[in-house]
């Protein structure tokens, strides 16, 4: 079994077809490891190597345990080098002749291309080559969240798989089953917009708390704006993205409640009172989505760029607040 209720009758559906010889040699993965796309993966490779079919991933076999160890002979897994890379042609054509070789154990080859929208052009062409043939006795597998980025011919070449999103109630008690408060899960939940797996590492007291101090901060500026740069030191220590991930739902709940009142259902629901008076203050959306354009931007470029100034970049973030805030006045 995954681990993961909401995934578990996908998987079995996969498996069926493996049994029936149905299932396709090229597959996309839809969804991130906000779902459990990675857990079903990992999941699937286990079904397509494991030495028992008719009990497969057993968890027990040769081939099973050379998979748990990370050191399986018929397993190539391709992914981005770093943050913000792309997977380059060189790492596709080992990928192809990797393909071409034959199963070490007995059972297929399978090869995962994680983050499949990061292939740059050379080397999605390079894949589509061996797509529009796969080699008998070898499963390809690519997962990307954002299947719209990969390239239209490559993604005729597969067989779609999405993964399921649970309906809200079975990713409130999956995540209270693993010790999550009833309140925080809901908070917890909206935040990682209803991806459990998200959700849980956003569920601790750690990052809860964090959260509290960034928005605190961000709050303070746009209630009593000033060129006082000392309070971003805090700010300095955090990751970038997260700080980012953490400000930007709370602006576009902001920008929501100036546009539509406060009918509007709020990610940050444990925010209600303290957005709905900043709002009240500030009413013009204008402001709120200028902000949140600011910070949609700085998220850009901090995804794009590992040797980025994020002092300088949060400095001047930090100023144009005020200049805003009168702009929009
Ligand atoms: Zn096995």
Redo the contacts with the bound molecule.
């Keep these: 079994m995954i681990g993961l209720p909401w995934l578990e009758a996908a998987g079995r559906q996969l498996r069926d077809q493996y049994r029936q010889q149905r299932l396709p040699h090229g597959l996309l993965i839809v969804g991130g490891s906000g779902l459990g796309a990675d857990r079903l993966i990992q999941w699937l490779e ?1 079904v397509l190597l ?3 079919p008719d009990r ?6 040769h ?2 345990n050379l998979r748990l160890a990370g050191n399986h002979g018929d397993l190539l897994h391709l992914q981005p080098e770093g943050k913000g890379q792309q997977i380059k042609v060189g790492a596709v054509r080992e990928l192809v002749s990797f393909s071409q070789g034959k199963a070490q154990y007995g059972q297929n080859q399978v090869v995962l291309v994680q983050q499949a929208e990061r292939l740059n052009l050379a080397a999605a062409n390079a894949l589509l080559k061996v797509l529009e043939e796969p080699p008998a006795g070898t499963y390809m597998l690519l997962q990307s969240a954002d299947p719209a980025r990969l390239l239209p011919t490559i993604r005729s070449r597969l067989q779609w798989f999405r993964c399921p999103a649970p309906p809200v109630a079975e990713g409130q008690s999956w995540l209270e089953g693993q010790g999550v408060e009833q309140a925080a899960a809901e908070l917890a939940l909206a935040l990682a917009d209803h991806q459990p797996c998200n959700a849980l590492m956003l569920a601790t007291e750690d990052f809860m708390s964090r959260r509290q101090r960034c928005l605190e901060l961000l709050r303070g500026q746009i209630e009593r704006p000033s060129p006082n740069l000392e309070v971003l030191t805090g700010l300095l220590e955090q990751e970038p993205a997260q700080v980012l991930s953490i400000w930007r739902p709370w602006l576009a709940d902001a920008a929501r409640l100036a546009q539509a009142g406060t009918s509007v259902p709020l990610r940050n629901t444990d925010q209600a009172d303290a957005l709905q008076s900043l709002v009240g203050r500030y009413p013009t959306a204008a402001l709120w989505l200028r902000l949140y354009d600011a910070v949609e931007q700085l998220r850009i470029q901090v995804e794009a760029d590992n040797n980025l100034n994020w002092q300088l970049l949060l400095e001047q973030f930090w100023l144009s607040i005020p200049r805003e805030i009168r702009r929009t006045a």
């Design positions: 286990g494991c030495q028992h497969a991933p057993c968890g027990q076999c081939s099973c």
